[in-house]
C-alpha cells in the first residue's frame, strides 16, 4: 500500500522562494488534485518533487514508503515509483516513442528482468488502442511535431506502460478537447488502484468531471491554503478565487 507523504516543503528557484511550506499525504488508492491560480507554484512542486536539478529543496521532508525522497537522485525517485507526465513534455530527436518507453520500463527494472520485445510491444499496441492513439506513433521520435493533445496521450501512454507508486499529473487537461480529456481520464481511472496515488495538478474543474478526486487543496502562493472535498473543485470553478483570498485575506 502506499504512503507519500511531503511535509514543510521548501524550494526556491534561483534563490526565490516559491514553495513556502507544502504539506501532503496521499495513501494509495487515493486521488488528490490541486488547483490553483497561475504561478503559484503547482508546475514547481512536480519538478521539486521530482528532483529537477533547477530547484533547490530548502526544508522539509518527503517520503514515499518510509523511503527518503529527497536523499535520491532523479533517476533512483523514477526507479522507486515516482512518476510525473508534465505540463511541457520535450522533445528528443532521434529516440522513437518505442524506445524511449522500452528504455524507460526497463531503466525501473532488475538486470535480468528487463521486458521481453514481444511483451512489451503487446502492452503498447493496446496501451495505444485504449488511448485512441494512432499506431504509426510508435515509431515517430518522441514528441516531434506531436501536436499538444498528442503530447498529452503521450504522457498518459507513458504512465499506463510504467509501473508507478505516486503519479504526478502537471495540467494533463491542456490542449485536449473534450473526446481526447475523456480518453485520457479512462486511461487514468484504469490505473486507479490501492498501489498507486495520484496527485493531479489542474487549472480546470472540469478534468475532475471525468476523474474523481477524494481530496481538492487550493495553492496559493507557494502554499496549500485550503483543502476539501470534489464540492470545493465545483465552487471555485463557479466562483473564482477571489472568495478564498478573502477568507484567508489574501492580498496580492
Ligand atoms: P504554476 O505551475 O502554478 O503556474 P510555476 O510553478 O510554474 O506555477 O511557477 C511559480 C513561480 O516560479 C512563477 O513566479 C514563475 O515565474 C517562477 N518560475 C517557475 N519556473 C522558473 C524558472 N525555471 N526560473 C525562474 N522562475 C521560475
Ligand atoms: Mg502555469
Ligand atoms: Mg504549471
New binding site residues.
Given amino acids: 500500500m502506499t504512503h507519500f507523504v511531503v511535509e514543510g516543503l521548501k524550494a526556491t ?2 534563490g ?1 522562494e ?1 514553495l513556502k511550506g507544502i504539506d501532503l499525504e496521499i495513501k494509495g488508492g487515493e486521488i488528490h488534485a490541486i488547483m ?12 521539486a518533487l521530482m528532483g529537477h536539478p ?2 533547490e529543496v530548502t526544508d522539509g521532508a518527503v517520503s514515499l514508503n518510509g523511503e527518503d525522497v529527497l536523499e535520491m537522485a532523479v533517476d533512483e525517485r523514477a526507479r522507486a515509483g515516482l512518476f510525473l507526465a508534465m ?1 511541457y513534455p520535450s522533445e528528443i530527436a532521434g529516440v522513437t516513442n518505442s524506445d524511449f518507453l522500452r528504455s524507460a520500463i526497463n531503466a525501473r527494472r532488475e538486470e535480468g528482468n528487463e521486458i521481453s520485445l514481444i511483451k512489451f510491444i503487446r502492452q503498447m499496441e493496446s496501451k495505444m488502442k485504449e488511448l485512441e492513439m494512432n499506431p504509426e506513433f510508435a515509431h515517430r521520435y518522441l514528441n516531434e511535431g506531436f501536436s499538444g493533445g498528442e503530447k498529452k496521450r503521450n504522457e498518459i501512454l507513458q504512465m499506463m506502460m510504467i509501473e508507478s507508486k505516486l503519479v504526478i499529473l ?2 494533463i487537461d491542456s490542449g485536449l478537447d473534450i473526446d481526447a480529456l475523456r480518453i485520457v481520464a479512462n486511461g487514468v481511472n484504469s490505473m486507479r488502484d490501492e498501489d498507486r496515488g495520484f496527485l493531479i ?1 489542474t ?1 480546470y474543474q472540469r478534468l475532475l468531471n471525468y476523474i474523481k478526486p477524494d481530496v481538492v487543496h487550493v ?1 496559493m502562493q ?1 502554499r496549500i491554503v485550503k483543502s476539501g472535498g470534489p464540492e470545493l473543485a465545483e465552487r471555485l470553478e463557479r466562483d473564482g478565487y477571489d472568495w478564498v483570498k478573502e477568507e484567508l485575506g489574501i492580498t496580492d
Fill in positions: 528557484i534561483e526565490k516559491i490553483g491560480p497561475n504561478g503559484t507554484g503547482k508546475s514547481t512542486l512536480a519538478s533547477k530547484y505540463q502537471d495540467e495538478i487549472h495553492m507557494g
